[in-house]
């Protein structure tokens, strides 16, 4: 074990697996010679050289469709996306190419590619740093989604996303990477995609969430415990594919889900988590499923920890569901 | 020097050199006139195979097959292509059967991809990526997919053909690009058929010539005739093995004519004049290869007849052999979304397989 921030834990990661593998490499801006904005890439150069770590020009449809030339011509790609408000450059690559790549080609050529890519809020980023796009993604079949809260998830997960045969779009929480710290396992490390992680146990509601909320979501648990509030924390690490098992287990228990998210409300992931909880544990339900989201607006610059779920809205949430 | 300025053409000049000043040998012009009439005899048949309901939609190679057939002519077989969606003439060139060609249109059981997509091709076994159909988007794929060669050290090529639509799209621009940074061995083959749909390509770039664009790159641009396939073959042979042996990638220009519907749902009298029509059918590419192949004795009149009724009887062979096959299961539409499904695919998979019994037991 080595206490490790989120952005080192990544770079363990990418370390481990370029050691252990030729054939991954990775590019896109300033990952080179500056190590990555967040430093995520500090120190490979050095160590891999400029055929592993490439700089790449400003041109994120080119980094996403290079990736998937490279990981279809058997290596892989690690791509980095400097920040997911810029994904939207390469949004066609995503959803027309390294999504149907396989399907289209009906398995004569895979695409075995990451795309990393910092994600969501609280940094005063503004409109354009702070996003969470998961959805777009989430909604386009091919992909896998994979949103990490720790740094042992972030390493474990990103070793498991590297060798996934199929791309992987990974979002890291941007105001996780220097703000926490924890113990991560040396060397050989993975946690599978599509198993959810229990956060905190509980018996009267049940808080879903992924990425950096899940800090607000134990949070607000802690506080409403002390009114006699019992809340059961489920982090799903990944959303495609995603852990039903855990969630129906949970709401089995508790009978009240509440559904936590950054990104807006209106067609987030959370309205698939709740249908599906309606579709199939209607009869579970002791109380309406409830969601803290984000607003319907672009990302405001100002005041944007009263757009966040933050814990004081999450915690309402956990009691108007308690008091049913 | 040789650069964008000039056009290059062979049989376009009013007295073409003999073939042995251009060093080439009766048989391999022999390869090259055969499989530009088998291009066309098989477009034919799959236009008709599609105005028959057969074929879901198709686009035609028609006026295109110089370009196609003298450009792939020059490829080994280890290097890999990326088509667009109208390259007939490459996967033939590339030693794909015709019977695979028609499995794949017609979504016979033998589809080598499954029914998954229409009008495109692509078989790993003959190094050809299936296209996607949003243009220009294989541009930077195929400049990844060179890199990789680049980086193992492999004297391989990639070579991606795109329209002269497919110029305007950001992904031309950002795929060489980055070619021009990073140096992998690929060339882009532009067929400049003239039309984007209906939309003439004084309307997709206010510059004089593709091949020019290739400049602001840093890189080599040439323009050759597309109608012309000894021009194509002996331009693509020259750049193939100078981008192997680790020279920059290179942009390639054919200017030609899609003398038939961008697909088989367009009309293109809606858009051109019959006089423009005519002053490129006057120039079609077959046509100009077999008075060349006549005129220096390479072929005759009647080996040339033989010829194209070999080639006919050939493919109305492989047509109905085809037709006779049976469709796809249509489980296929669940395969190959991941190397494994997600547990919400299963169940959407098993939800699907109670449907078709509902529909067997419905039908009786």
């Known amino acids: 074990m080595t206490v490790l921030t989120f952005a080192k834990a990544i770079n363990e990661a990418l370390r481990y697996e370029m050691r252990r593998d030729e054939r991954v490499v990775v590019l896109g801006e300033d990952v080179g010679v500056n190590g990555g904005v967040f430093r995520c890439t500090e120190g490979l150069l050095v160590e891999f050289g400029p055929k592993r770590v490439m700089d790449t020009p400003l041109s994120e449809s080119a980094i996403i469709g290079v990736a998937l030339g490279l990981a279809a011509n058997g290596m892989r790609p690690v791509a980095e996306i400097q920040f997911s408000d810029f994904i939207f450059g390469g949004f066609e690559q995503l959803v027309s190419n390294v999504a149907k790549f396989r399907y289209r080609n009906a398995g004569h050529y895979a695409a075995p590619l990451v795309i990393r890519a910092p994600v969501g809020g609280g940094v005063r980023g503004g409109m354009y740093h ?5 959805s777009y993604f989430t909604n386009t079949a091919g992909l896998k989604v994979v949103v990490p809260s720790t740094p042992s998830d972030a390493k474990g997960l990103l070793i498991s996303a590297i060798r996934d045969d199929d791309p992987v779009i ?13 113990d991560v396992p040396d060397g050989e490390y993975t946690v599978p995609i599509g198993k ?12 879903i969430t992924y990425g950096a909320t899940v800090y607000d979501a134990v949070a607000a648990a802690e506080e409403v415990e002390k009114e006699g509030i019992s809340v059961e924390v489920i982090d799903l690490r990944s959303l495609i594919p995603y852990d039903w098992e855990a969630i129906s287990r949970s709401v089995r228990k508790t009978g009240r889900p509440v559904i936590v998210h950054e990104a807006q409300k209106t067609s987030g992931f959370g309205a698939e988590i709740a249908a599906t909880i309606a579709e199939r544990e209607i009869y579970s339900l002791e109380a309406p499923i409830l969601r803290v989201t984000g607003y319907d607006t672009p990302y405001p610059l100002v005041h944007e920890h009263l757009y966040l779920p933050n814990k004081d809205r999450i915690a309402n949430a956990i009691r108007k569901s308690a008091a049913h | 020097m040789r650069g964008w300025w000039e056009f290059i053409t062979i049989l376009g000049k009013r007295r073409p050199p003999d073939p042995e000043d251009l060093g080439l040998e009766r048989e391999l012009l022999m390869r090259m006139y055969r499989l530009l009439v088998l291009t066309r005899a098989l477009d034919r048949y799959l236009l008709r195979l599609q105005r028959m309901g057969k074929v879901a939609l198709y686009a035609e190679s028609l006026g295109e097959e110089a370009a196609m057939v003298g450009s792939a002519l020059a490829l080994r077989p280890e290097d890999v292509v990326f088509p667009s969606y109208r390259e007939l003439g490459v996967y033939l060139t590339r030693g794909v059967p015709i019977s695979e060609i028609l499995d794949r249109q017609l979504n016979t059981v033998d589809d080598p991809l499954k029914g998954h997509e229409f009008a495109v091709f692509g078989d790993s076994r003959f190094n050809i990526v299936p296209a996607p159909t949003p243009v220009a988007t294989q541009i930077p794929v195929a400049v990844g997919y060179a890199l990789a060669f680049k980086i193992r050290g492999e004297r391989r090529l990639a070579v991606t053909y795109f329209g002269d639509g497919a110029t305007s799209k950001g992904d031309f621009h950002e795929g060489i690009n980055f070619a021009s940074v990073y140096k992998p061995p690929i060339v882009f083959i532009c067929l400049n058929n003239q039309y984007a749909i209906s939309t003439h390509v004084s309307r997709q770039t206010g510059a004089a010539t593709i091949a020019q664009k290739a400049i602001a790159y840093g890189l080599s641009g040439y323009r050759v005739d597309g109608n012309d396939a000894i021009a194509m073959y002996l331009v693509s042979r020259s750049v193939f093995e100078e981008v192997r042996e680790g020279g920059d990638p290179v942009l390639i220009e054919a200017v030609t004519y899609r003398l038939g519907a961008h697909t088989t749902s367009d009309d ?6 019959e006089e423009e029509v005519r002053y490129w059918m006057e120039r079609d590419p077959i046509e100009r290869m077999r008075s060349y192949l006549i005129s220096k004795n390479v072929m005759g009149e009647e080996e040339d007849k033989a010829l194209w009724a070999e080639v006919e009887a050939l493919v109305s062979a492989e047509v109905e052999k085809a037709l006779a096959k049976p469709g796809l299961d249509p489980m296929v539409i669940f395969e190959d979304v991941y190397a494994e499904p997600t547990p919400q695919l299963r169940e959407q998979m098993e939800e699907f397989r109670q449907q078709l019994r509902m529909e067997r037991v419905m039908r009786g």
Do not use: C, I, N, W
């Not at chain 1, 990974?170 to 924890?182: A, D, N, V």
């Open chain 1, 196 to 207: 959810a992680r229990l956060v905190r146990e509980g018996s009267d509601v049940t808080v």
């Open chain 1, 130 to 134: 702070s996003q969470s796009p998961e």
């Open chain 1, 170 to 182: 990974f979002f890291e929480p941007k105001r996780l990477y220097h703000s926490l710290k924890e």
């Open chain 2, 268 to 273: 293109p009298k809606r858009y051109r004049s």
